[in-house]
Structures are given as C-alpha cells and as structure tokens.
C-alpha cells in the first residue's frame, strides 16, 4: 500500500480516480467539473480520463444537479455530485431534504440512493458573499443523510470511498481552506490494486492528540486549530486532548464521553454560529452523558449569529487561536 503526502483537494482527486477505476457505476457532475477541473481544481483530468459520460459538466442548476443524481442513484448508479461553493447549495435544498433523505423510509426500505453530495465549505480563503458558509448544521438535523467532514487528506481519501460506498446519501463537506495543506496518504494511488483495507469507520471520531486537562473537540477546518491551541497550551502547562469529530450525523458521542470522562472538561469548537450549531447537541448529550465526570460547564466556541461578513472581516468573524484559548482558561477556572 503506497504512502504519499498529498494536499487534502489531491488525495480528494485521487479518491474519486479510483472510485471511477473500480466501478463503472461511478459518475461525476457538477458545474465545471470536467474541462476546467473543477474552480479548485479537485476535479482535474478525470474528465479527461474518464470522458464526459462518467465525469459530466452540468448547467448551473443546482436543484436539477441534485434531482438527476437521484434519477441515476434510482437506476443503479453511484451520482457524486459537486456544489460549487456552500452558498450556491440552497436552490438544491428541496431536493435534499424532501426527495434524498426521504426516499428509502417513503419506500420502506426497498429503494437506496446512494449519492454522494460535495460541498466546499467555510471561511478563510478572502472569498465574495455566498462562498464562505458553514451549513452543516442544517442537513445533519435532516434524518436520512450522514453529514460527514475531513480534516487531513487521509480521511478525505478514505471518507471518499466509504462515502461512496454506503448506499445512504452522504453530505461531503471539504474544509476548503485546507484543500492546500499536505500531509501523509496511505492508499492505493491510482492505477494500483482493488481490495485496500479502509483504516476506520466513516462516522467514528479520533482522537488526534492526546491530554489530560480538558477535551477539545472539532471537525473539518478548526482541527487544526485546535491542534495549534493544544500546542500553545503546552507551553503554558497545559494539557489538552483534541477529538477530530470527522462526522456531524451521525455523531460518535462515545469517544467523546471517554474522553471527557478522562478530562472532565469539554470545549467544542466549529467555524459555524454557535447558535443552534453541532455544538448545541453535543453539549447537551454530553452534559446528559458525563454529568458526574464534569468539572466545568461545557464551552462552545464557534462563528456569529450573524451574516458572513466581508472578507477584511472574516478574521475577526472566524474562531480562532486566542478564542479556543480564553474558552479553555474560562473551562479551567470553574
């Protein structure tokens, strides 16, 4: 099994190449997708590879994208559908919700759509209104879809085939201001044999650094950050565990109990409002589950009620180092 560092958008590209090798099933559409690869270039050369059947340029039609998905996932294929930005994924909603999540309780059963829905998501990259938001929050509420988000370009390769694989429909959100960052991938690159083993469970959380003092939890585009606040906290003595969450539906609060069982604090941390956020659930589950564990109140910290502002805003719109720390000094001083 072949070891190489790749950046998250690569090791994306390389998932979809070897899904499109293995199952003749496997289609790709979305608006720009083939000849230009895609705006961040995820995409690049498997139109090229693949033809224009099997990797398919769509108008910009966003609920038509999704309601053709569904038409081919009813067929037997295997639709990834792309939404350019975040933003754009709301004509699509409807379709979402009412049709992709409902259809296999409608049928009792008898009818699986296996579509796989890719949203770039999140601040951070200087963007216009419409390009930056964090909606996750509002399909992991919808029974029916898993809502799942990588951290590394590990997990997005490997999260890539199970979320293709399953035969539920996946909302598949990249952290788009990580689509640069490199670090190790250990699969099969292109070309090589079928059959690699898949290193974890899609929705099952990892605990990405060890700790004692109090349990940072995230997912997507602020494990990172955490990771970074852990580091710092060190320094000042402090010892943090950070719990990449990977899935937002379903959750996996066991790892999370073990781990503040262990730590007896709690910070949850999302670039998404705080309010009515993946935060909220986890606090209160968390809160039901450990409350004779917990030291302090569980600390949530996470962006605005408030519009996405301007990119010369979004730094101070977006969670930061200094905001995971002070929640973390706030969770020790109780």
């Known amino acids: 099994m072949a070891a190489q560092k790749l950046p998250l958008a690569k090791a994306i ?45 769509t108008p910009l039609a966003e609920s038509g994208i999704v309601g053709t998905a569904i038409g ?94 399953s035969d539920d429909p996946v909302i598949y959100f990249e952290p788009k201001r990580r689509y640069w960052d490199k670090s190790e991938v250990t699969a099969p690159i292109s070309g090589s044999a079928a059959g690699e083993s898949i290193p974890a469970p899609l929705h099952k959380a990892r605990t990405v650094r060890e700790g004692t003092d109090a349990t940072l939890v995230a997912y997507g585009p602020m494990v990172k950050v955490c990771l970074e606040a852990a580091a710092a906290a060190q320094e000042e003595g402090k010892s943090l565990e950070v719990v990449d969450l990977r899935s937002m539906s379903p959750i996996d609060f066991d790892s999370i109990q073990t781990s503040v ?36 109140p569980v600390l949530r910290v996470g962006g605005f009620h ?22 973390v000094d706030r969770s020790l001083a109780y």
């Open 13 to 57: 590209n390389e998932s979809l190449r070897k899904a499109l090798e293995t199952d003749p099933k496997v289609v790709l559409m979305g608006e720009d997708i083939g000849k230009l690869g895609g705006v961040f270039r995820v995409t690049d050369g498997l139109q090229k590879d693949f033809g224009e059947d099997r990797v398919i340029d």
């Open 72 to 165: 081919l996932a009813l067929r037997g294929y295997r639709p990834v559908v792309e939404i350019q930005f975040d933003g754009f994924v709301f004509p699509a909603y409807d379709q979402i919700v009412t049709q992709l999540a409902k259809m296999h309780a409608r049928s009792l059963g008898k009818v699986k759509l296996p579509v796989v829905i890719r949203i770039p998501y999140g601040g951070g990259i200087g963007a216009v209104e419409h390009h930056s938001e964090s909606p996750e929050a509002l399909f992991a509420h919808v029974a029916g879809l898993k809502v799942v988000s990588p951290s590394n370009s590990q997990d997005a390769y490997w999260m890539m085939q199970q979320a293709i694989q």
């Open 306 to 327: 408030a519009p996405y502002p301007p990119a010369r805003l979004e730094e101070e719109y977006l969670p930061g180092l200094d905001r995971v720390l002070d929640a």
């Open 261 to 296: 069982e262990k730590t007896g604090r709690l910070v949850v941390v999302h670039e998404a409002p705080v309010f009515y956020g993946a935060g909220a659930e986890i606090a209160a589950r968390i809160t039901e589950r450990c409350f004779y564990h917990l030291e302090s």
